[in-house]
């Protein structure tokens, strides 16, 4: 896999949520634009559950374009001639960083189920020692959606005075029962597959790509609203006149279904998809807050200096904008300095990877306040 790779943790183990302690680990990682004099430019970009730190380049797997040009690049909202792009695959993943498909030191062998279950913090605990190493000491923004987003929340409360400003998009505070429950079903999916081997597939030499294709149909729906599914689909049928009174894939929607599945199983490893829903399945900001979220984002009882800009999207049902307005309510409990905004849009969860103009619009201003604020140069005209 190409990119930048760096090993953390190699004199002192970083300890873990669980108490396991690991060290020696490999972070794969990159960067994009430059990085100025007084290192005041540095954004750190959390990608989503099956995303990676491909944001703004060809893919080196799929081909595709990355997976955040629409917002990131030259002369767009996150702009690259500015700013200082950072983003590595996290912890637990499967696209250079290590996970349970890689080597155990100990044995020799993949790690498989033995690798530690790592949390939201863990990942962000392997990020913050990925910008110490880059000799970043105040990072200008984190920002990211879906399971990125809650990585900013935890960045913004793990290390307050290490970030200026915090971007969470269509994301909550803790994952919620129904979420958790979507996936179970994944993770069952995954399991229930024969070629699984009880996690030892990479040892056995099969891949348990039926039961991973399944799990990502499933979360797939789970991305899109009823009605970007109807303006797509409809119940129009794939590549005939007349339904087959089969189980083969009569409508376009199952087509589509399928062919997601089976790209996705090309590029993420099953293990690695247990790990990471579980991290988010134990993400609950308010639990280390004794129950309170607004105690969160009051640290050592002062208010949080952190700014923010939370966005939500009308149709998302997996993260409902009721979602990010309970962490902005928690937030002006403190008295914190956060702006809000509801996008309108039939897109679903996706939206904030889709061509929102509002969205990159909002995003574009925050980040010229937060820099007029921070000090740095005005953006150069293109």
Same mark, same amino acid.
């Given at each position: ?6 090993? &953390?943790? #190699? ?10 302690? /690991? =060290? $020696?680990?490999?972070?794969?990682? @990159? ?97 913050? &020692?990925? #910008? ?10 984190? /920002? =990211? $959606?879906?399971?990125?987003?809650? @990585? ?231």
């Amino acid at each position: 896999m190409p990119g930048k790779r760096v090993r &953390l943790a #190699v004199d002192r183990p970083m300890r873990l949520d669980s108490g396991i302690e /690991i =060290g $020696g680990f490999q972070i794969a990682y @990159q960067t994009y634009g430059t990085l100025n004099a007084d290192k005041s430019n540095a954004i750190f970009i959390c990608h989503a559950l099956t995303g990676d730190h491909f944001v703004v380049e060809k893919h080196p797997v799929t081909g595709k374009p990355g997976w955040w040009e629409m917002l990131v690049g030259p002369g767009k909202p996150v702009d690259t001639d500015r700013y200082f792009i950072i983003c590595s695959n996290v912890l637990g993943g499967c696209l250079g960083s290590t996970g349970p498909k890689d080597a155990d030191p100990a044995t020799g062998r993949p790690y498989g189920l033995s690798f530690p279950v790592v949390t939201i913090g863990d990942m962000v605990r392997a990020q913050k &020692l990925l #910008v110490e190493h880059l000799g970043i000491e105040k990072l200008f923004c984190v /920002i =990211g $959606g879906s399971m990125g987003g809650m @990585q900013v929340l935890q960045w913004a409360v793990a290390y307050p005075e290490s970030v200026f400003a915090a971007v969470p998009i269509a994301t909550a505070a803790r994952h919620s029962a129904q979420n958790i429950a979507f996936h179970e079903v994944g993770r069952q999916a995954i399991m229930a597959d024969p070629n699984w081997r009880g996690g030892n597939y990479l040892l056995e030499g099969t891949k348990p790509e039926a039961g991973l294709a399944v799990a990502r149909m499933a979360a797939h729906i789970t991305y899109l609203s009823e009605a970007a599914l109807h303006r797509k689909f409809g119940r129009n049928l794939q590549d005939r006149k007349a339904v087959t009174y089969g189980f083969d894939a009569d409508f376009q929607v199952e087509s589509y279904l399928r062919y997601q599945g089976a790209a996705f199983v090309e590029r993420f490893d099953a293990n690695s998809y247990l790990y990471i829903t579980r991290a988010m399945d134990y993400f609950d900001l308010a639990a280390d807050a004794g129950g309170t979220l607004a105690n969160a984002f009051r640290p050592g009882g002062k208010t949080t200096p952190v700014r923010f800009c939370l966005a939500s999207f009308s149709s998302d049902w997996l993260f409902p904008t009721s979602e990010s307005r309970a962490i902005v309510h928690a937030l002006n409990a403190v008295a914190a300095n956060v702006s809000f905004v509801e996008i309108e849009t039939d897109k679903g969860h996706d939206a904030f990877l889709l061509d929102e103009p509002e969205f990159h619009q909002v995003i574009h201003g925050f980040l010229e306040g937060c820099a007029e604020h921070r000090g740095l140069s005005a953006r150069r005209a293109r």
